[in-house]
């Protein structure tokens, strides 16, 4: 299991600091951006994103809860390493991020929002190098894991058969389910308010990904 900490759930005043936080122990930085049409919240975008390359090796995971992937995507300084995922449900045409992201030379992500057919992304699977299963409404950190995630991951292994997409899993991912959610066929696990929630963010990092093998 790979670890994504979702910088949502971090001190914005201290941005720089909390990401090199879990530098040893995460294999990816996941960003939140938000809009405000896709999603009824605001968070960051390109400047703040990429003002914090010079103080991160990780690579970046960023999770585009927008309308407009085709506009903004490109806003973003990516290398081969980093994904942006768009949603599914964006007003961008799908084949049209997909083709804007790819541009750019990272990994492309989609994702879906939890009551969105899996069927919505089939026609995709294809294109993309990656899966983010929603397990909470997009949005807001700190809400509650949504059970019926695991089958759709599971779903979502077999949908994706031989190809080789990474499976990541968002929302709501704590010590007590990490185990079960990475069982049913996650790879990256997203996790925010279950690290920077968190006095100690690199020990609850570290508690997660021992909670897997507990
Ligand atoms: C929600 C975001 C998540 C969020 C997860 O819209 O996509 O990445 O930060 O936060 P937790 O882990 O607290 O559910
Ligand atoms: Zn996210």
Redesign the pocket.
């Known amino acids: 299991m790979k670890l994504s900490p979702?910088l949502?759930s971090a001190d914005f005043g201290r941005l720089a600091e909390e990401a090199k936080a879990v530098e040893g122990v995460a294999k990816f930085l996941?960003f939140?951006v938000m809009d405000g049409h896709f999603v009824p919240n605001l968070t960051f975008g390109p400047p703040v994103v990429n003002a914090l390359r010079r103080y991160s090796p990780l690579p970046f995971d960023i999770?585009l809860?927008i309308d407009r992937p085709v506009l903004y995507a490109p806003r973003f300084q990516v290398d081969l390493q980093d994904v942006i995922t768009f949603h599914v449900e964006a007003e961008d045409p799908p084949e049209r991020a997909i083709a804007a992201i790819r541009k750019l030379g990272c990994r492309v992500g989609i994702s879906l929002r939890p009551k969105t057919p899996l069927e919505s992304i089939i026609p995709y699977l294809d294109e993309v190098d990656w899966v983010?299963v929603?397990s909470v409404e997009?949005g807001f950190g700190g809400q509650k894991f949504m059970p019926e995630a695991l089958d759709r991951i599971r779903q979502l292994r077999e949908l994706i058969g031989s190809r080789s997409i990474t499976i990541a899993v968002?929302?709501g991912i704590n010590t007590e389910n990490v185990r079960t959610v990475v069982e049913a066929g996650a790879e990256v696990i997203?996790a925010?308010s279950a690290i920077y929630g968190k006095p100690d963010p690199a020990a609850a990092a570290r508690e997660l990904i021992a909670a897997c093998h507990a």
């Open positions: 979702s949502l996941h939140d999770h809860m983010l929603m997009p968002d929302g997203v925010g």
